[in-house]
């Protein structure tokens, strides 16, 4: 997925497949879609050459860039070298440790008193093969951020934006509404890419606002059905779901909540969802 650069850079060809966004307008509007900054931390995924950082450098309080290429990584270390407020690491994003880097720090504030880590904000060009992995891996973190501005191919831009009752309505559609509000900003044309995609690429910002105290849905277990629930894409949920629950138990929680055995999991809301999921944990309980 596209990688950033700056226009004044000379061509190089690129590594790892990447597209380096060479519209500044298009890095602008996506900074600013992040909205005031300048009392925050911001992670950068897949920073690329640095327009954006170059960018956000100027604004930021703390600014944390995770690049997977070696080459790139190292001359991001160069140019913010004398940046006090850059922090350049070389990894796998997938792979960071999130609760170490934004998490409480040992011998902070006084005995007895608990510090709430500082809500970051997240940018990034996710690419599309790692997308899904990337947007799960945040949201399982979600308690560390408060808004993300991500830049993703235009066709998983609708998955992620899709509504139930749709064929783009998956689990990606699911969890990114289960932990956010989803906003679907501009849509960039090849031509904004050098090389230029065979693909447009939307920007999204999601706003954190998660939804699970609101549907009693705490801990892991609602992910996971909501995985099995969308397991095989043209089984019903009842097929989906078999695996786990015994036919009296799915009878029973279905005919509770008023879902057919027909229903795909794609027509469901998640307030549907959340409703069967109960009434499939309470009817296992009782069985």
Do not use: C
Not at 107 to 120: A, D, M, S, Y
Not at 263 to 273: C, D, F, I, M, W
């Amino acid at each position: 997925m596209p990688k950033v650069a700056s226009t004044r850079r000379p061509k190089q060809k690129p590594k790892l497949g990447q597209h380096f966004l060479v519209s500044d307008d298009a890095a602008i509007r996506i900074v600013d879609a992040l909205g005031d900054v300048s009392e925050s931390t911001v992670l950068e995924i897949g920073p690329g050459r640095g327009v954006i950082t170059s960018l956000l450098s100027k604004r930021v309080r703390r600014l944390i860039a995770v690049e997977i290429d070696r080459v790139l990584a190292a001359q991001l270390r160069l140019k913010f070298g004398m940046s006090r407020n850059v922090e350049v690491i070389e990894a796998d994003i997938l792979s960071v440790d999130f609760d170490s880097l934004f998490g409480p720090k040992p011998g902070l504030g006084r005995p007895g008193i608990e510090l709430k880590p500082e809500p970051v904000k997240v940018v990034g060009n996710l690419p599309y093969f790692i997308t899904s992995d990337i947007l799960l891996r945040l949201f399982d973190f979600a308690r560390y951020f408060d808004k993300i501005v991500i830049m993703v191919q235009r066709e998983v831009a609708d998955r992620i934006a899709a509504r139930p009752g749709g064929s783009d309505y998956g689990l990606l559609s699911a969890t990114a509404q289960l932990y956010s509000e989803v906003e679907k900003l501009f849509t960039l044309p090849p031509a904004a890419f050098d090389p230029p995609p065979k693909v447009h690429s939307t920007v999204l910002r999601l706003s954190i606002s998660s939804q699970i105290e609101r549907l009693d849905v705490a801990g892991d277990g609602f992910i996971d059905f909501l995985k099995r629930s969308f397991g095989q894409k043209r089984k019903t949920l009842w097929n989906n779901l078999k695996s786990k629950y015994t036919e009296p138990d799915l009878r029973r929680a279905m005919a509770q909540v008023g879902v057919k055995p027909s229903a795909r999991a794609e027509t469901l809301s998640l307030k549907e969802s959340a409703a069967l999921f109960h009434a499939l944990r309470n009817s296992s309980h009782d069985s």
